[in-house]
């Protein structure tokens, strides 16, 4: 196997299974709800409340498992939204930033490489798009 073919494969399945870790990763954040005293109905409110970032990610991440375009602007996004959010809080102190590295860095390396990957699959259709002229 040619050392092209082996970093296309990388590129092509780091961010997908990085992004699949990284959403089980954010879904741990919500087992702090359990805690005695609590309804199931309570704790099932509390989960699903806990994990609608992680399911709005789930659901670009199928999207981007074939548009890679997606994937890599939105998990930017994701990134640059939770520093901002984490910027705004009133109680915001500046050694939280070194926070955001657990949780942005992630999601910015994984939209890199959705990037990435959309562009080299670009480049090969504008490739063969030019061939065949």
């Known amino acids: 196997m040619a050392i092209s073919e082996k970093i296309n494969k990388y590129i092509y399945w780091s961010p997908r299974i990085l992004g699949i870790m990284f959403i089980l990763f954010l879904m741990l954040f919500s087992l702090d709800v359990f805690e005695p005293g609590l309804s199931p109905q309570q704790i099932t409110i509390a989960l699903f409340m806990h994990n609608i970032?992680?399911?709005?990610?789930?659901?670009?991440?199928?999207?981007?498992?074939?548009?890679?375009?997606?994937?890599?602007?939105?998990?930017?996004?994701?990134?640059l939204l939770y520093i901002a959010l984490l910027a705004i809080n009133p109680t915001f102190e500046?050694?939280?930033?070194?926070?955001s590295v657990i949780i942005a860095g992630p999601a910015f390396?994984?939209?890199?490489?959705f990037l990435l990957n959309w562009r080299k699959k670009h480049n090969q259709e504008n490739t063969l798009k030019h061939s065949k002229k």
């Open 53 to 79: 970032p992680a399911m709005l990610l789930l659901v670009v991440f199928i999207i981007s498992w074939k548009r890679e375009i997606v994937g890599g602007i939105v998990f930017i996004l994701a990134g």
């Open 94 to 99: 500046w050694y939280m930033l070194s926070w």
């Open 109 to 113: 390396m994984i939209g890199i490489l």
